[in-house]
Nanobody, 115 residues
Framework: QVQLVESGGGLVQPGGSLRLSCAASGSISSINVMGWYRQAPGKQREWVASIANGGSTNYAESVLGRFTISRDNAKNTVYLQMNSLKPEDTAVYYC?????????WGQGTQVTVSS
């Protein structure tokens, strides 16, 4: 089993920045990829970014150039640096971790972009 705990959400004005953190614990060695998803009110959950064990990253087109995913292996933590935030980035952000057989989720953290 893998446990994921997100932190760092909050209220920010348009154009502002936030950094989300996701601390992983448990069977860390089984994880191949970690990333972030988000779900806005009334919408389906959508993939935002991911980072593989080797360090390769991928981003949704909607956040490319504004968000940066990174990881600190010593702390078993993945980060999502979000810059130039827009009102449409408002959502609950979920950390995810994938092994060969399982897909794990955190509890989510609210990000609200509003003036």
């Amino acid at each position: 089993q893998v446990q994921l705990v997100e932190s760092g959400g909050g209220l920010v004005q348009p154009g502002g920045s936030l950094r989300l953190s996701c601390a992983a614990s448990g069977s860390i060695s089984s994880i191949n990829v970690m990333g972030w998803y988000r779900q806005a009110p009334g919408k389906q959950r959508e993939w935002v970014a991911s980072i593989a064990n080797g360090g390769s990253t991928n981003y949704a087109e909607s956040v490319l150039g504004r968000f940066t995913i990174s990881r600190d292996n010593a702390k078993n933590t993945v980060y999502l640096q979000m810059n130039s935030l827009k009102p449409e980035d408002t959502a609950v952000y979920y950390c995810d971790a994938r092994s060969v057989l399982r897909h794990y989720w955190g509890q989510g953290t609210q990000v609200t972009v509003s003036s």
